[in-house]
């Protein structure tokens, strides 16, 4: 099937449906299509979508003359479509989608929290972004709420979230975080469990609230792109492209291709680092502490070479709306070039120990093992989704510049447990240096093309979508200018918002001491999902 012929049979069940669609397919958001439905079809218009096996993996609000208008996308390898409706802003009330579709339950809260959208038998209706920062009658999205907020006391303890209990013998809880003994980001997990074994996890998050959607509001494109940088630290470049993306597709333009390519060189380069940080993290946390020091060894000597590169050791600003604000010389590419076979002969022979390793099997064959249907219902992308078999990967599936002219498979598995998650990422690493291979030989043919970024043309009112393969996963960022060129409105899908409820569906019936492993396995980002 052609990657848009699908959408004319969606079109044909929204009528037999009798949904009213007003304007048809175009390119109002590229790169997807646009369907308007009615209000009071949103909810029938996921179930067809639904019906027809598309994966959600979106919604977002936008304040505008009076109403909220949602968005919601749904996708098919290669194509994706936008569901856009309006509400009233004294009567924001909707159906949910997170009965259809449960990977949108924390999204739609997110919504309801942020603008105050209420969406009608949604499964679950606590907050979640909100912690007790602002009353439930305020709004931080709506254009009355200050940007500096309203309360200028410090924010009291979140302690009153009503976690479900288990009731029956032997049934305990652990709680766990926010604060935890590394450096890693804040965050709530409460276990229950029986004995070892675990009976339900649930996830709180939500402590590091950013204000990002906020604060880009009034933003020119290179102040967006630089916040965009830093919605994940470790997913810099993959925020910063979707988001240049967007803005570049929102005013009409392309990037150079020698800017493209740089920017595909240094996505892989994050890839890299953090798959190889990962496969180290992940051993460690069963008793296998050579892996680490080995593995994040080599992370260490990468990172240094970003910083060579860029300035940065996360490659911070090196991309900017238009193209990139870096060059790769003759001299960088050979050094690059070595660096990649050094990097091949090293991995090599460690990639080989973590494969067969007996006290590395007993420990993570079985363990965490996240089912494909279950990854399906989510809509999981990235190694997670790739270990359970669903193969996602914009690189392939939304092909944009440099991939278009790149060939490599899509690792997949169907196992779903803690060890495909491991050789995903391992495969992963390999292919990503023999991408930069190839992209460093079209740099230096195209060593006269002058040029490494273009100005991005007035264009009042445009808006597009940013579609990006981070390391995690799939990025969606949206962007809509105002009059003035200037942001009107940013919304960052980071693939965490899928993983992390995949993580409390994976390990019940796992042990207590195993949710170490398997938490590092699926590595969702705090601050990625917490705009």
């Known amino acids: ?38 209000p009071e079809d949103w909810a029938k218009a996921a179930v067809v979508a639904k019906n027809m096996d598309l994966r959600w993996a979106g919604i977002w609000g936008d304040e505008q003359a009076g109403e909220i208008v ?45 603008l105050g959208v209420r969406f009608t038998d949604h499964p679950d209706g606590r907050r979640w972004t909100r912690h007790q920062a602002w ?50 980001e804040p965050g709530h997990f409460r276990f229950q469990a029986a ?45 910063t492209w979707a988001a240049c993306q967007a803005l570049e597709r929102a005013c009409g333009t ?33 008793g296998f502490s050579f892996a680490l020091m080995q593995c994040h060894a080599l992370r260490e000597q990468w990172l240094r070479r970003n910083l060579d590169l860029s300035g940065h050791r996360l490659m911070m600003n090196s991309l900017v709306p238009g193209g990139v604000a870096l060059d790769v010389d003759a ?40 089912s494909p249907e279950t990854a399906k219902m989510l809509g999981v992308s990235g190694y997670v989704g790739k270990a359970s078999g669903q193969a996602i990967d914009l690189r392939k599936d939304a092909l944009y510049a440099p991939y278009t002219r790149l060939q490599f498979n899509v690792a997949q598995s169907q196992a779903g447990d803690v060890a495909a998650r491991l050789a995903i990422r391992q495969e992963e690493v390999h292919s990503s240096l023999n991408l930069m291979d190839e992209m460093l030989g079209m740099l230096e043919r195209l060593k006269d093309q002058q040029g490494l970024h273009v100005d991005l043309p007035a264009r009042p009112g445009g808006e597009g979508l940013g579609l990006i393969d981070g390391w995690r996963g799939e990025i969606i960022s949206y962007v809509r200018l105002d009059r003035d060129c200037r942001v009107a409105r940013f919304f960052a899908r980071d693939p965490s918002w899928f993983t992390w409820p995949a993580l409390e569906q994976l390990l019940p019936g796992n042990i ?5 492993v398997c938490n590092k396995s699926v590595n969702g980002s705090y601050s990625g999902h917490d705009l």
């Not at 309360?151 to 975080?177: H, L, W």
């Not at 680092?273 to 496969?279: T, V």
């Not at 006290?359 to 093992?369: F, H, K, M, Q």
């Not at 207590?512 to 170490?516: A, H, I, K, R, T």
């Open 254 to 286: 392309k990037p150079p291709e020698r800017a493209s390519l740089i920017r595909g060189l240094l996505c892989e380069r994050e890839r890299v680092a953090n798959h190889l940080g990962d496969i180290g993290s992940i051993c460690n946390d069963v």
């Open 1 to 38: 099937m052609n990657r848009f012929e699908w959408l004319s049979g969606y079109l044909a069940e929204l009528e037999d449906e009798h949904i009213v669609v007003h304007s048809g397919s175009g390119e109002a958001l590229a790169p997807a299509h646009l369907l308007h439905v009615d």
């Open 70 to 114: 949602l968005s919601a996308v749904v996708a098919r390898p290669g194509a994706y479509l936008v569901l856009r409706t309006a509400v009233p802003l004294e009567r924001p009330q909707i159906a949910s989608h997170a009965a259809i579709y449960p990977g949108a339950n924390r999204m739609e809260r997110h919504l309801a929290d942020m």
């Open 331 to 370: 001299g960088v590419i050979e050094t690059l070039r070595k660096d990649h076979a050094q990097l091949r002969a090293q991995i090599r022979p460690l990639f080989d120990i973590f494969d067969d390793h007996p006290s590395l099997e007993d420990r993570l064959l079985g363990t965490g093992r996240l």
């Open 512 to 516: 207590v001491p195993d949710f170490p």
């Open 195 to 239: 004995g070892e074994p675990i009976l339900r996890v649930e996830e709180r998050l939500g402590y590091t609230h950013k204000g990002i959607e906020k604060i880009a509001v009034g933003r020119d494109a290179d102040g967006l792109a630089r916040i965009a940088g830093r919605i994940s630290g470790d997913s810099c470049v993959a925020h």
């Open 135 to 184: 009353d439930e009658s305020q709004y931080p999205l709506r254009s009355d709420f200050p940007l500096q907020g309203l309360n200028p006391k410090r924010t009291p303890a979140d302690s009153d979230y009503p976690f479900p209990p288990i009731q029956g013998s032997g049934v305990y809880e652990i709680p766990v975080g926010p604060v935890h003994a590394g450096t890693i």
